[in-house]
């Protein structure tokens, strides 16, 4: 379909982040300008800063405004946040977005790309789907206060919060997306030790499973799952996973595919999405123009994706395929690959590359 856009701009909101987050976030605009050109989406950015920058200019890690300001966006395009170095009570960006927005379904891809041997041996091509509002991370946990508490200086408690609508959701997206690849989907649990929380999560897969019989459903439990990935990843297709298990899950299998730098994932809800690479802000490297930006290219694409599938518009489609395959050609050859896949380039020259790749 051909969507008129000369009036309404789509626009997404910025939030750059911390570490590496700047630099990946710059060189995924000068990808998202190149798509806009090319494909004429009429796209417009506004900044909405968040994390340590926003901590010093705005005294908040998430202002209201900059919160605001992604509410009212048509999508939100984020970079890595450095939590760890958060001092006490500040808001965890990530946390702050995915519960508020209901961006309850993490997708996230795992595939090998061209001329990139992956490390089982055989390519891979998964997708981590991942429950992303409650599971074991304490600030999801509670209404009021939080899900860690030490009664005693020699005793911790942290507690995982499981939900028949949290499940159920989250199995539902996993089981539309396998309608869409190889129609085959792994629920990862530890059943066999939380009997009764993931015994919750595994009734709900299984009651959407049995809707969807066109689809192949199996289970494994997580400490196994992590060996059958280095054994084989290509196995899998569409992988659902409560909030931590998944989030272990994804890391490996995108450095199965290849490397954490080309770990693309949004966050998605019935009214939201939000992009946002799978890794965090790799302070190690920061500033240095050593990070590989695919990841957060490859998630600006998916949220492309998002908005073209509903609203209706091919354009969108088209576009965030044409991201897809920009990074393919760039990323096969070995003179313009970025450090971490052992080549020479820079993240913002890396960038440059795959907007000049981009062909309508
Ligand atoms: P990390 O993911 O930032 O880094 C792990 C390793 O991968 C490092 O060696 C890093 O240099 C490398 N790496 C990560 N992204 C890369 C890229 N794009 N290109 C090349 N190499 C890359 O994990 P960490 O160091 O354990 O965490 C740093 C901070 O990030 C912490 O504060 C953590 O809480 C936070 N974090 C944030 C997110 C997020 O924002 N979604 C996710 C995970 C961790």
Same mark, same amino acid.
């Given at each position: *379909? ?8 789509? #626009? ?18 000068? @990808?998202? !300008? /190149?798509? &806009?050109?090319?494909? +004429? ?12 920058? /926003?901590?010093?200019?705005? +005294?908040?890690? @998430? ?7 992604? !509410?009212?966006?048509? +999508? ?20 702050? *977005?995915?519960? #508020? ?6 997708? =996230? ?9 992956? %490390?089982?041996? $055989?390519? @891979? &091509?998964? @997708? ?11 600030? =999801?946990?509670?209404?009021?206060g939080n899900g860690e508490m030490m009664p005693t200086p020699d005793l911790a408690i942290a507690i995982r $919060? ?28 530890? /059943?066999?030790?939380? %009997? ?9 897969? %299984? ?6 019989? !066109? ?6 439990? *997580? ?11 290509? !196995? ?10 998944g989030d272990i899950l994804s890391d490996e299998a995108a450095e199965i595919s290849g490397s954490l730098g ?7 809800g019935t009214d939201h999405a939000l992009a946002q690479a799978q890794h965090g802000s790799a302070p190690d490297?920061?500033?240095? &123009? ?20 509903? %609203? ?12 897809? =395959? ?6 096969? $050859? ?22 000049? /790749?981009? $062909?309508?």
């Open positions: *379909m051909t969507t008129d856009r000369s009036n309404s701009a789509i #626009r997404l909101a910025v939030m750059a982040g911390d570490g590496i987050g700047p630099e990946i976030t710059a060189a995924t605009l000068a @990808v998202l !300008q /190149a798509a &806009d050109r090319a494909f +004429g989406l009429n796209l417009a950015f506004e900044d909405a800063p968040i994390g340590l920058a /926003a901590l010093r200019a705005h +005294g908040s890690t @998430v202002p209201d405004e900059s919160f605001a300001r992604a !509410q009212a966006a048509d +999508g939100v395009v984020m970079g890595p946040v450095d939590t760890a170095s958060y001092p006490e009570g500040a808001r965890n960006p990530s946390a702050w *977005m995915r519960t #508020r927005l209901e961006l309850f379904a993490n997708i =996230r891809p795992a595939r090998s790309r061209l001329g990139l041997q992956p %490390r089982c041996g $055989k390519p @891979v &091509d998964l @997708v981590i789907v991942r429950e992303n509002t409650e599971g074991f991370y304490a600030d =999801r946990s509670m209404f009021v $919060k499981i939900t028949r609508e949290g499940s159920t959701r989250i199995a539902e997206s996993a089981f539309r997306l396998a309608m869409q690849r190889r129609k085959h989907v792994t629920a990862v649990h530890k /059943a066999n030790v939380l %009997r009764i929380s993931d015994g919750l999560f595994l009734e709900c897969t %299984r009651a959407v499973a049995a809707r969807y019989p !066109q689809v192949k459903y199996e289970e494994r439990i *997580m400490d196994a799952m992590a060996a059958l990935l280095v054994r084989d990843a290509s !196995q899998f297709d569409v992988i659902v996973a409560t909030n931590m298990f080309l770990a693309a994932s949004i966050n998605a490297i920061a500033g240095k &123009d050593l990070a590989n930006p695919s990841s957060l290219i490859g998630s600006a694409a998916m949220l492309l994706a998002w908005l073209g599938e509903r %609203r209706g518009d091919d354009g969108l489609a088209r576009a965030s395929a044409g991201i897809e =395959r920009a990074l393919d050609e760039v990323i096969a $050859k070995p003179e313009w690959r970025t450090a971490d896949l052992g080549g020479p380039l820079g993240t913002k020259a890396f960038g440059e590359k795959v907007a000049a /790749a981009l $062909k309508a």
